[in-house]
């Protein structure tokens, strides 16, 4: 495994890669209280994102995002880390404001949708400066 | 590329305005980062989307700024919170949820925002000039601010609407660059009926189709010159912005970036074509009801918030009926003061309308019991109500509305369609 993510927002992390199948959108898909998917129309609905190396194949929906991400982290229910094509403004900015808050937060990584479907369910570590290794 | 401070902003992310204004400015800096704007710009004013309460997190943030002596250094206007603070609707809210809520508007305020707590800010006097660069969130809000007034906003999101507000920045991105602000795809409805096209419920209709063919990108439609008015124009917009992510629209000698539709395309040639037909509508049409069932329990209108205008037309339609079925009317304070001036509210409320002010009823409990069917001429409320209420959606006009709320039984008039 020679992978390598560019970074949006720093840090380590190790766990077990959640590629999920389609967007989410978290305001109204993801339980702020739990990490449970629960948009009912979402194929992963009823998996927990939390301590999860989430893998985001993109992002769609509410600009409420945020405050979701926000609440994941002050739950202590957020993913460990965050992979995702692009970045994504609101989603990360959950992540920036809990940071400013002086609460542990995730980092991020920007990693091709395509090659985030090849490490789902493995148990993989991504070092700082992005590099991905098991 | 990189993003480039100034000396005055990077003296106020290291704490010379003070430690709320250094958080604000460390906030806009490290998205504008993350976004690759290269600078930040001057903004005149802001719509805070962020004082609606989603858990207590969100509240410690507000009270966080607050306390580290943070204000907004221009004009905001707040939109809804999860608590009609004018008391003319309650809230089936727990407690803590209650508390944490009331807590956090009270927090925005003390920050300097106006308490104008509606989503239809710009019918509350907050009207940007057309060009000027802004900080909005609240998705009709948005596509409000940039489509029909044409001030320049990206969809800014909780937390950053409050931080640029702060340090009256934004990030050099988006939708506040001139070559972002292109359509690249024509929608031309003039082969639809011209009755269809000056009646209300077109406009929420045709919007949901709009924001489904777009999705992100950018449209202008071809062969409404002279038709809708501000209200058409609101419900067209919040409507696109529930179906797709719609942030700016152009409307061919109606909106002020599209005096023609080469204006709007600012002279290329379009990606795509659409020429929109009666087919293509009427299934926007019937996607926004989700049930069968006539049996309507209660009637919302007001996604976004009435205008005095609509509020007039729901009073000249009903003529002193009163209601069968309650109709939850949705409004700022704005309105309602106007409303209470005259003696129209308690006319209405005597008649069995519910007026819903600073909030509304897909954002906060205040619909009965557990579910039903509720009808609306509302796309936004169409589009989010199933999910947020548990209620099932019947879509009708306008009149329709109000007829269904007086008989007590469905009413809709389709001839428009045909």
């Known amino acids: 495994m020679a992978l390598k993510a560019d970074i949006l927002l720093p840090g380590s992390a190790q766990g077990e890669v959640l590629t999920l199948q389609r967007p989410i959108s978290f305001w109204g898909g993801v339980d702020p209280k739990t990490g449970t998917i629960i948009d009912a129309r979402h194929p992963d609905r009823g998996t927990n994102i939390a301590g999860k190396i989430l893998a985001l194949p993109g992002m769609i929906g509410s600009s409420s995002a945020a405050a979701i991400m926000l609440e994941l982290v002050h739950a202590g229910r957020a993913p460990a880390a965050l992979l995702m094509p692009e970045p994504d403004a609101i989603l990360l900015l959950g992540v920036i404001v809990a940071r400013e808050m002086g609460w542990a937060v995730p980092p991020a990584f920007a990693l091709p949708a395509e090659a985030q479907k090849g490490l789902h369910g493995q148990h993989i570590k991504i070092a700082a400066d992005g590099t991905i290794g098991d | ?418």
């Open chain 2, 1 to 418: 590329m990189t993003l480039h401070l100034t000396d005055a902003e990077r003296a106020m992310a290291n704490g010379h305005s003070g430690a709320g204004a250094a958080m604000a400015m460390r906030i806009v800096a490290d998205t504008a980062q993350l976004m690759g704007a290269e600078r930040l710009i001057p903004i005149a004013s802001a719509h805070i989307d962020g004082a609606l309460y989603h858990g207590d997190s969100g509240t410690l943030f507000a009270e966080r700024l607050v306390a580290d002596g943070a204000k907004v250094a221009v004009r905001s206007t707040l939109n809804v919170g999860a608590l009609d603070l004018m008391g003319c609707s309650k809230q089936n809210l727990p407690p803590h949820e209650r508390d944490m809520a009331k807590r956090m508007m009270k927090a925005y305020e003390a920050m300097g925002c106006e308490p104008s707590w509606t989503c239809s800010p710009y019918q509350a006097g907050h009207r940007p000039v057309l060009g000027s660069d802004v900080a909005w969130g609240e998705s009709n809000a948005v596509v409000f601010c940039n489509s029909v007034l044409g001030a320049r906003t990206n969809r800014y999101g909780d937390f950053l609407d409050i931080a640029c507000a702060i340090v009256s920045r934004a990030p050099d991105y988006g939708l506040h660059r001139t070559e972002n602000r292109r359509a690249t795809v024509v929608a031309d409805v003039s082969g639809l009926s011209e009755a269809l096209r000056r009646s209300d419920v077109f406009y929420p209709v045709l919007g949901t189709w709009f924001g489904l063919e777009m999705g992100q990108a950018i449209g202008v439609v071809d062969g409404l010159q002279g038709l809708p008015n501000e209200d058409n124009l609101k419900a067209f917009g919040a409507a696109s912005a529930s179906s797709g992510g719609v942030g700016l629209f152009h409307i061919a000698g109606v909106t002020p970036e599209a005096p023609t539709v080469e204006a709007a395309t600012q002279g290329h040639e379009p990606e795509r074509r659409v020429t929109v037909t009666g087919e293509m509508v009427l299934a926007a049409l019937k996607r926004l009801s989700t049930t069968d069932d006539e049996s309507v329990d209660a009637i919302a209108i007001g996604s976004p918030h009435l205008s005095l205008d609509e509020v007039r037309s729901l009073d000249n339609i009903l003529n002193g009926r009163m209601l069968a079925k309650p109709i939850y009317a949705c409004t700022g304070r704005h309105v309602i003061r106007a409303i209470e001036a005259d003696g129209t509210r308690a006319k209405l409320e005597h008649l069995g309308v519910i007026f819903v002010a600073d909030t509304c009823v897909v954002v906060t409990p205040i619909l009965p019991g557990n579910g039903g069917v509720l009808m609306t001429n509302s796309g936004k409320f169409a589009h989010y109500a199933p999910g947020n209420t548990g209620y099932a959606v019947q879509y009708g006009s306008f009149a329709d509305c109000v007829e269904t709320a007086v008989t007590g039984r469905l009413t809709r008039d389709l001839s428009l369609w045909r």
